[in-house]
Each structure stands twice: as C-alpha cells, then as structure tokens.
C-alpha cells in the first residue's frame, strides 16, 4: 500500500522567513514524488516533481530515500506563496495512480 | 499548459434522482482519466480510473453501480451519480493524463443532495 502523511494542516510564516512544507511516503519500492499546489479559488496545478530536480517559483524539494521524506522548501516566502499544498505519490505500474497527502495550509503573513 | 474542463461546476439536486458530472480534455487527448472526491477539508481520494473504450477501475470500497463512468472519446469522461443521497454530497475532481504522464486537473463540480 503507499500512502503519503503530511503532518501540518496549517503552516504560518512571515514574509522572508523560510519555508518548509513536510512530507513522508510509505511505498514498498522506488516511487515519483509530486508537489501540488491550489491557490485560492483556482484548481489543482502541479509545482515540481522530484524527478525534474528543478527549482518552480523558489521552491525545491529533495526526495530522501532514507528518510522516506520529500520535504517542501523555499528560503525566503512571498506573500503569493500562501495556498493549499498536496503532496503525492506515484507508484510504478498499477495505472500510475496519484495518491495523496491531505495537505498543508501555508499562510504567508506581512 | 493542457487545459481540462468540468461541467456543471456546480450542482444541486433532489435525493434520488442521478446527477452526471463531464470532464473534458480541451487541447489533448487523453485515454486515461481519474476521478477524485474531496470532503471539507480533507485530501483527494481516487475513486476511479477511466480508460477511453473500456471499463473503468474503481477503487476498493467505491460503488461502481452507484458511480457510473463512462469514458466515449479521447477527450471526454463521465461520471453518473446514481440515486444520489445527501452523503453522496462532495467535491468530485477529474483529471486527464496527456502522453508525457503528467495528470491536469479540472477545477471541480460541487454537488449538493438534498
């Protein structure tokens, strides 16, 4: 079974301040992780995928084997950043279906 | 970025009767599709994958009778509501998978049972 935790429901920062959005997998094999994003009152959009090893709007994020993690980070938060985060997993074969966090609030104060 | 759109965006209707949500891929084809339900403040759960000219697979402890999918074309997937019951009120999100794997989302129809 895969399954993905993340820990906060809500994460308020101030503007400048870093970030970093939690996230741990559970998967007996070599999955792709996915960080997704949802502004308010817009749908779903992918951020980054672990794969890419690209920076999106700041952000990174570094699938750690060992720890079975794929933490969220940014340096410095701008107060755009503030939405609603889901981290997700895709195991191989199995129709490559998406299993998600139940997400993490970030909150960008001035 | 690929588009995919969902009709109605919101629905409310009587106990019993059936509801059908439509999720379209506008700018690509798309021969598998997902559906997801999302309750207030909880996460996406997958309900189905739709595949274009067979059977949909439904995940364990959801109804297949009671969630109707039909994927016709390279572009559009439905999903019927059946005898709806005001539990059955949710989120319900499609997304398409293009052909580099990358899934996009539709914005979500809001179904209210009364």
């Known amino acids: 079974a895969q399954r993905v935790t993340q820990p906060e429901k809500l994460l308020s920062v101030f503007k400048g301040a870093p970030v970093e959005l939690k996230c741990n997998y559970s998967y007996s094999g070599s999955p792709e992780l996915f960080w997704y994003v949802q502004y308010s009152r817009q749908r779903l959009q992918l951020l980054l995928r672990?794969?890419s090893r690209e920076s999106i709007k700041g952000f990174t994020a570094d699938l750690n084997k060992g720890e079975t993690s794929f933490h969220l980070k940014k340096p410095f938060a701008q107060e755009e950043d503030s939405a609603m985060y889901y981290c997700a997993l895709k195991g191989r074969g199995g129709g490559n279906k998406l299993t998600f966090g139940t997400g993490t609030q970030l909150k960008v104060e001035l | 970025g690929a588009v995919v759109s969902q009709h109605p965006s919101r629905v409310i209707c009587k106990s019993g009767t059936s509801v059908k949500i439509e999720c379209r891929s506008l700018?690509?084809?798309?021969?598998?599709m997902f559906w997801y339900r999302q309750f207030p403040k909880q996460s996406l759960m997958l309900m189905a994958t739709s595949n274009e000219g067979s059977k949909a697979t439904y995940e364990q402890g959801v109804e297949k009778d009671k969630f109707l999918i039909n994927h016709a074309s390279l572009t559009l997937s439905t999903l019927t509501v059946t005898s709806a019951h005001p539990e059955d009120s949710s989120f319900y999100i499609c997304?398409?998978?293009?052909?580099?794997?990358?899934?996009?989302f539709g914005p979500g129809t809001r179904l209210t049972v009364l």
């Open positions: 672990h794969i």
């Open positions: 997304s398409a998978r293009d052909q580099t794997n990358e899934q996009f």
């Open positions: 700018d690509f084809q798309a021969t598998t």
